[in-house]
């Protein structure tokens, strides 16, 4: 036992020995986030014999950009070939400089010892080229930004997940697995300050969220929700009827879960479309004070409700998500979440007449902040 404790102690020291590319400082928080765009460049054909000298295909197959500082991240999976086997090379380039290279067609990945050292602010590529022996090639470059927050302290980084779009210059991940303008839109945006109107687009008087939706046929088949940054799960409502089409007092005609509250908000209390916490350890005298509350919880008007925080995020205080479909919750209070994991799928539960998800961005306690003031769509 003594001895295993010895070795694995030395396999420690040699790993961090093999790691030298932490040179980020300490004191600097440094985020590798938003974005991510993959260029492939499509394969051409040679017009003469569209079944020979056909141009060598690089693709990225998965992978994440993640790391907080020191840097430590996951690997990334490409894949180099040539579909009439004349690959000459394949190559892995970080910033232009050659760090991966291979003579053979094959899956490879990037691991974190083999990852390249970003040490500055700013763009950076890492390309994947294959070169086929008629010195045609093919690349495949993933552009990304650095950035450096200074003295904010540790930690708050949220990672977006390669592939993924961003929001809120890429603090944030898209939260839906669709593709805006494709296969859902935004039908509200936030409107703050309550003027009914929103730069963006759609909004209605107040509404402190966006709207991403999608249709009943979508929802069906399932289209999943993610957390749009890494967290804590705060609190989950789940198994409230999820095909309400509209929230009136009539509304209980076709389901009690989508019509008005009947009952008072108090802490826990679930009645109608609306859901209440129970702020437990939030709910201290000095909090009351501070923020001048009376109320002791939060109501919801989502059904089915996931909030999540993020402690160590200096952008972003917690992120909510109404109206999931019954029962696709998969997150827990407590659960630990990273940017991009499934959380639930899209719904019409609640205060709604259609498939959405309503989405929050939180600067506080209830302090719902507008992510669209750069950009009114992902990037
Ligand atoms: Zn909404």
């Given amino acids: 036992m003594e001895r295993f404790a010895v070795m694995l102690l030395i396999a420690i020291m040699l790993f961090g020995c093999t790691v030298p590319s932490r040179t980020w400082n300490e004191s600097t928080t440094s985020t590798v986030s938003g974005n991510v765009s993959v260029n492939d460049t499509p394969p051409f054909i040679d017009g003469s014999n569209p079944l020979k000298n056909r141009p060598p295909v690089v693709s990225l197959t998965s992978g994440n950009l993640t790391g907080y500082a020191p840097f430590q991240p996951s690997p990334i999976y490409y894949s180099c070939d040539d579909e009439d086997g004349n690959l000459d ?44 022996k008629e010195g045609e090639t093919a690349s495949s470059s993933i552009v990304f ?60 008087e107040g509404h402190e969220g966006t709207d991403i939706a999608v249709n009943w046929d979508q929802m069906d088949k399932g289209m999943d929700v993610y957390a749009a940054a890494d967290g804590v799960v705060q609190w989950v409502f789940d198994g409230r009827y999820d095909r309400c089409t509209s929230f009136g007092p009539d509304a209980v005609i076709t389901n009690p879960d989508c019509a008005p509250p009947s009952e008072d908000m108090y802490p826990g209390g679930i009645s109608g479309y609306q859901v209440c916490t129970d702020l437990g350890p939030y709910c201290s005298a000095q909090k009351r004070i ?63 007449s259609g498939p959405h998800l309503h989405f929050e961005v939180w600067s506080d306690w209830y302090a719902p902040l507008d992510p669209w003031t750069t950009s009114c769509t992902p990037q």
């Avoid at 805006?180 to 929103?198: F, H, M, Q, T």
């Fill in 145 to 204: 930004t650095v950035t450096s927050t200074g003295d904010q302290g540790s930690g708050g980084v949220t990672q977006i997940p390669m592939g993924m779009r961003s929001l809120y210059g890429g603090n944030l991940a898209w939260p839906v697995g669709c593709e805006l303008g494709v296969n859902c839109s935004i039908s509200n945006y936030p409107d703050l300050d309550k003027d009914g109107r929103a730069s963006c687009g759609n909004t209605y």
């Fill in 290 to 352: 501070e923020k001048g509350w009376t109320q002791c919880y939060f109501c919801f008007w989502g059904g089915n409700v996931v909030v999540i925080r993020h402690p160590d995020n200096p952008y972003v205080f917690v992120t909510r998500y109404d109206h999931f479909r019954t029962g696709s919750i998969t997150v827990r209070p407590g659960d630990t979440v990273t940017a991009g994991q499934k959380i639930g799928q899209v719904g019409s539960a609640g205060r709604s």
């Fill in 89 to 132: 090379y394949c190559q892995l380039l970080s910033d232009g400089v050659v760090i991966k290279d291979s003579r053979t067609a094959a899956d490879m990945s990037l691991d974190s010892s083999e990852w390249p050292t970003f040490t500055t602010a700013g763009k950076h590529t890492l390309e994947f080229r294959a070169v086929d």
